[in-house]
T-cell receptor, first 117, second 115 residues
Framework: AQSVTQLGSHVSVSEGALVLLRCNYS??????LFWYVQYPNQGLQLLLK??????LVKGINDFEAEFKKSETSFHLTKPSAHMSDAAEYFC???????????????FGSGTQLTVLP | DTGVSQDPRHKITKRGQNVTFRCDPI?????LYWYRQTLGQGPEFLTY????????KSRLLSDRFSAERPKGSFSTLEIQRTEQGDSAMYLC?????????????FGPGTRLTVT
């Protein structure tokens, strides 16, 4: 079974500082990996995705993530944090449903990002 | 706006009552998914529809839960005899068959509180 583990349930950074949110995956096949953001009382918004093309993936709002097979990692970074980045972030892996007709997303437990002024 | 919509956004119910949630997917999206998110956790897959056919159900979907998509458009999720452990955010997502199925678009969710 494919799974993801997010290291650190809470991360605090100062405004303007580097954001680093960690995600490690477990998969017996080349994975499709995703980062989602969730603002309070809202659904999930896709930040970026890795689908076996370039290992460095750029997403919205200057976020990016690097797929490292040797480390089984897919960490999310942003060079300079903004107050508006405060939210919960989820790493996810896509796996085929047993019916074979589609894929489900399996999420990590999330990392709450706090941005300090 | 033509995104995924869910109704209601919030539901408070007493233990033992039945509740029903509705999801309207993006127009023409023939794949629809339900996920459940409990406090402090990521969403967990519950069930999947392709058009009106329910093709997959998670072990999380106990027999108190039933989901339908009668005309292949909107979907409903019903929970019978609610329990406090059912308190969660219920998320709906949709995708287009001609696109990769991991490209799922999520609705804002229905937050259920069972007292």
């Amino acid at each position: 079974a494919q799974s993801v583990t997010q290291l650190g349930s809470h991360v605090s950074v100062s405004e303007g500082a580097l954001v680093l949110l960690r995600c490690n995956y477990s998969s017996s096949v080349p994975p499709y990996l995703f980062w989602y953001v969730q603002y309070p009382n809202q659904g999930l918004q896709l930040l970026l995705k890795y689908t076996s093309a370039a290992t460095l993936v750029k997403g919205i709002n200057d976020f990016e993530a690097e797929f490292k097979k040797s480390e089984t990692s897919f960490h999310l970074t942003k060079p300079s944090a903004h107050m508006s980045d405060a939210a919960e972030y989820f790493c996810a892996v896509s796996s085929t449903l047993s019916s074979g007709s589609a894929r489900q997303l399996t999420f990590g437990s999330g990392t709450q990002l706090t941005v300090l002024p | 706006d033509t995104g995924v919509s869910q109704d209601p956004r919030h539901k408070i119910t007493k233990r033992g009552q039945n509740v029903t949630f509705r999801c309207d997917p993006i127009s023409e999206h023939n794949r629809l998914y339900w996920y459940r998110q409990t406090l402090g956790q990521g969403p967990e897959f519950l069930t999947y529809f392709q058009n009106e056919a329910q093709l997959e159900k998670s072990r999380l979907l106990s027999d108190r839960f039933s989901a339908e998509r009668p005309k292949g458009s909107f979907s409903t999720l019903e929970i019978q005899r609610t329990e406090q452990g059912d308190s969660a955010m219920y998320l709906c997502a949709s995708s287009l068959e001609t696109r990769p199925s991991y490209e799922q678009y999520f609705g804002p969710g229905t937050r259920l509180t069972v007292t």
